[in-house]
């Protein structure tokens, strides 16, 4: 499988990224500078985390005018996958194609550390090789992961399966005190209607190996390519 | 010249007549204020040279010593590793968040400058107390100010040191340190060679910002200081980020001949640097300099410290490739003159004549002071104090307690958690431990990297605390399961005019030398701060080491934190009756006096050997250097990090209970093996020679402590309890 990882000015987890697809999961990864037009090779399209445009104004605010976006959105509009981790979940948020919005942390620090985080829906192809209701141990790394959404779409959200990870204690249980930046409902990651756009703040690739405190972000890795190998099988 | 005017800009009389005779002429204003600036203490090392010359500099693994803009060592598999640590005392003092900031991105470029990708950033810090408002603004803003320029720019932070004294009330120490990784191949110099070659200035707009930074730099803080706003230069770390993307992409490419990086004295020491190097000449044509604002003059252009800008050397014809990956990252790079045969940096201005100076005369020919040294007065009183005559607490569970919620001692999380320790999936060993480690990826190795420093040791006795502060730093790495392989140092000191302190500075670097060398650990970049004075006096003579070290299986990577029930807990070396200028005097008493714990390099050696050989054999399963609070609070540490407990029994021999708990003697470190594997243990230390006690056995949830001739415990306190004091007492008084 084809794995496309978007770089704009500023992104800085893009190596991370790349290292698991390629060396973790033996796939092809590719940078795509944020100014390309297409994006039509890729079977599944990263927005790695990092500053993009060093986030100044808004988190994500700027790079959403990067010409590649357009090509993201006809990608996702048309099934394809998309995921977004930290600032490039920030960017689909800014972007319109996940809906509601990120401000700062609660704390109004930068946040690194490990979290936990419960698997809300495992049958998304992001999450499909999780049990359901399984915890995470996953670090987050981020000043702004303070997620929003107005009442009407928290709803839609909710019912409609869209959130896919909270943050939790080390067993389970959704509580404000294992919430590390003030996000609605402990969101910690959200899909759009169709399940095919997951953004998320926690940082998969930072817990893909052992030697890296863990593997627990791996499966979301696998899981994508358990989904795409299944459709392709379809 | 009116004297008034070299005078004003730092110049002394000899050095002002010297200018003269070296340009045949006066100077003008331009070539004055670029010999002020190059003449400073900060660029010139006039008053300190001297005494560096002391360090052990080569090694087997040294590919770059110091004179670079970092330092390079090999770390096999055709990779070495560059570093260097910076100080930013003086900016942090007036501004802590921009100085901070800045102090990230000056020292990222001078790693940069060898061809190195940063991999990982450390910083030591100290600060006055936590209990005044002006305290908790500096720190809260130096640390914020670290953490917003290196999360931006995707390097992680991933480790340091700081402590909490009155000392550094008026003169907080910001030090930062940068490590780069990079294949031999790769590594750049900052020498303009090849006549003829373009010269390139890149990256940011120069603007009037920090002009005279270093001159300020190499002057003691007063309370009009604040006032001083304009000096501290704003960074931009998003910027940076795209330069040094340009940058490794224009060095990959090799287009490169040199690159330095512009911090103090901007254009001006950029040019002059690397045309000496070379041993030649520089003619650059201001009016190319691209700039931010309007109306500047040749001396604002030259003198201008505007940060995230390089200065790059091409290959003659490589100009527009150079041009066209700077565009790409959305960075100008303007050639803005050649290299030249003559020796001379030659400004212009179109075609005027700005400026003619040899190049070496700013970088080489300033004069080197020997200044006075004298031995401080106060030592004779503070070595022979006699803590034996203080009362002694009758409960050790509160001093213990007392000891890890001092913030010198508490865990640094509230610090740590606000920097992005983990980008680049590298970092192993995260904050928190002895040192950090990380994973080179595509070799089965890691490196380990520390900061030490202990200014109340070295102003107590200099050269003991220097040595010191290189053995703790390598037994820090031991701990992590790496061999030190070379150091870098920032020696932050008061105004070497006054002899006591010139004094002191010259003896921590025979110190610190003495032990670079018994332990192998040669120094290969380092920095060097005078004048860290306020109205409150001088700081404590401090003297910063980062050491790296080498990791060649992670297999052999080990941590603090106690492993598993029923562990056997072994002392590595033997408590001494010394309780001088110990943590426990100050958290205790009050007292910061008294002799400092003897070091005995042979021994040293011989525990850190000892101490690899162990991991390296797979007996070590855990390593903790006793050091600030002694060994009760090194016992404590462990079981916090593996939060688990301990049964511990003492011997207390012809100690004080103090002493036994919490004095600070050198060269000891706690290990844990399994516990069938205590004869191993014991076997493996006879052929170091090192004394060994095994000390007790991990387990339960508390910490016990018993000592032989006291019933009861004197220590008897649960993890619970301990971890509370340890992890809140820095939130609690910031949050």
Known sequence: ?234 | MKSETWKEMGLRENEYELIKEILGREPNYLELGMFAVMWSEHCSYKNSKNALKLFPTKGKRVICGPGENAGAVDIGNGKAVAFKVESHNHPSAIDPFRGAATGVGGIVRDILCMGARPIAMLNSLRFGSLDNSRGKYLFNGAVSGIAWYGNCLGVPTVGGEVYFNKNYEGNPLVNAMCIGILNHDDLARGRAEGVGNPVMLVGARTGRDGIHGATFASEELSSESEGEGPTVVGGDPFVEKLLLEACLEVNRAGYLVGMQDLGAAGITGATSETASRAGLGMEIDIKKVPLREEGMTPYEIMLSESQERMLIIPKKGKEGEVERIFKKWDLEAVVIGYVTDDGILRVKNGDKVEAEIPARALTEMCPVYNPEKKEPAYLKETRSFDWRKLPVPENMNKVLLELLSHPSIASKEWIYRQYDHMVGTNTVVRPGSDAAVLRIKGTKTAIAATMDGNGKYCYLDPRTGGAIVVAEAARNLVCAGARPIALTDCLNFGSPEKPEIYWQFEQVIRGMSEAAEALGTPVISGNVSLYNESDKGAIYPTPIVGMVGLIEDTNHIRSQGFQNDGDLIFLLGRTEPELGASMYLEVVHGLETGKVPALDLKKEKAVQELCLEGIGAGLIKSAHDCSDGGLAVAIAESCISGNIGAEINLVKGNLELPELLFGETQSRIIVTVDRNKGEEMRALTEKFGVPVSLIGQVGGEELKIKVNGISGEVINLSISKLEEAWRGAIKCMMD
């Not at chain 1, 499988?1 to 999961?25: H, Q, S, W």
């Not at chain 1, 104004?57 to 990608?75: C, N, Q, V, Y």
């Not at chain 1, 080390?170 to 609605?184: A, D, F, M, R, T």
């Not at chain 1, 399940?195 to 030697?211: A, Y």
């Open chain 1, 1 to 234: 499988m084809k794995f496309g990882i978007v770089v704009f000015p500023g992104t800085n987890c893009e190596a991370d990224v790349r290292y698991v697809v390629e060396e973790i999961l033996g796939q092809e990864a590719y940078y795509l500078w944020h100014k390309e037009k297409s994006v039509k090779r890729y079977d599944c399209i990263i927005l790695p985390g990092g500053a993009s445009y060093g986030g100044y104004l808004r988190e994500g605010a700027m790079a959403k005018f990067s010409p590649i976006m357009e090509a993201i959105t006809d990608h996702a509009l048309k099934g394809g996958l998309v995921l977004g981790i930290s600032d490039g979940f920030q960017i689909l948020l800014e972007a319109g194609l996940l809906p509601g919005a990120m401000v700062k942390n609660d704390s109004l620090q930068f946040r690194c550390q490990d979290t936990y985080i419960r698997v809300e829906n495992e049958k998304t192809p992001y999450t499909c090789l999780y049990s359901p209701g399984e915890v995470l141990k996953i670090p987050i790394a981020h000043a702004a992961g303070n997620y929003y959404v107005d009442e009407k779409n928290l709803k839609e959200l909710e019912e409609g399966g869209q959130i896919v990870f909270r943050y939790c204690s080390p067993s389970g249980e959704v509580l404000p005190q294992y919430n590390p930046n003030g996000s609605l409902n402990n969101i910690a990651g959200i899909t759009n209607g169709e399940g095919n756009i997951l953004g998320m703040m926690p940082h998969p690739e930072r817990c893909s190996e052992e030697i890296m405190s863990g593997v627990a972000g791996r499966k979301v890795f696998e899981s994508i390519l358990y989904w795409l190998k299944e459709r392709c099988a379809l």
